[in-house]
């Protein structure tokens, strides 16, 4: 079975600019969450949607937004880039909306310069 | 405010012997606990998780521990080798918080043969 995949895998940016990430779930997933890790840390958690609806949202700014499509999966538009967005931004499925195991894909690596 | 604290940047161990990971936090209402291991330039790697209704979980050569009234975690890796040399994140998640996990900021592991 395929797992979590998301694109682009590197992506660079000017400040000022939009940008949407993808993800894919694992089939059979229903739940998907978005992470950004900078270096040094732990991702930090910007997102869940289960079923379509968003079901939380982390401690970042309105200009982060998601959605979550038919098919499960999911976008990542971050809007009006600061050099701070530069990171690695990681997608995580899991059968249901609780808390429980997350399967994660490789992340895209944003860098704004 | 770092609910998930792993005060051990890193960690260096021989070939064959015991890691030991550990992992504090502060926040009574998590109740399940989770183990990722992580690669450059990869995304995070599930290996354990436990309930806040047990208090050890092993799977292979890895046990987890916990001590909920320590509000402390363990990862014992057992033999260790060369190949678990990567990043361990420890996580946590409540119920109440969906699937969010709350992640500490990583240890280094080497394991040197």
């Known amino acids: 079975d395929a797992g979590v995949t998301q694109s682009p895998t590197h992506l660079i940016k000017t400040r000022g600019q939009q940008v949407t990430l993808r993800c894919s779930p694992i089939s059979g997933h229903k739940s998907v969450s978005w992470y950004q890790q900078v270096l040094g840390q732990g991702p930090q958690f910007i997102f869940q949607?289960?079923?379509?609806?968003?079901?939380g949202r982390g401690n970042f700014p309105d200009r982060f937004s998601a959605r979550q499509f038919p098919n499960y999966s999911s976008e990542l538009n971050v809007n009006a880039l600061l050099l701070g967005d530069s990171a690695l931004y990681l997608c995580?499925?899991?059968?249901?909306?609780?808390?429980?195991?997350?399967?994660f894909g490789p992340g895209t690596r944003l860098t704004v310069t | 405010d770092q609910q998930v604290k792993q005060n051990s940047p890193s960690l260096s161990v021989q070939e064959g012997r015991i890691s030991i990971l550990n992992c504090d936090y502060t926040n009574s209402m998590f109740d399940y606990f989770l183990w990722y291991k992580k690669y450059p330039a990869e995304g995070p790697t599930f290996l354990i998780s436990?309930?806040?209704?047990?208090d050890k979980n092993e799977d292979g050569r890895f046990t987890v521990f916990l001590n909920k009234s320590a509000k402390h975690l363990s990862l014992h890796i057992v033999p260790s080798q060369p190949g678990d040399s990567a990043v361990y994140f420890c996580?946590?998640?409540?119920?109440?918080?969906?699937?969010?996990?709350?992640f500490g900021a990583g240890t280094i592991l080497r394991v040197k043969s």
């Open positions: 996580a946590a998640s409540a119920e109440e918080y969906g699937n969010k996990l709350v």
């Open positions: 995580a499925s899991s059968t249901t909306g609780g808390p429980y195991e997350q399967y």
């Open positions: 949607y289960y079923e379509k609806e968003e079901r």
């Open positions: 436990i309930s806040s209704i047990k």
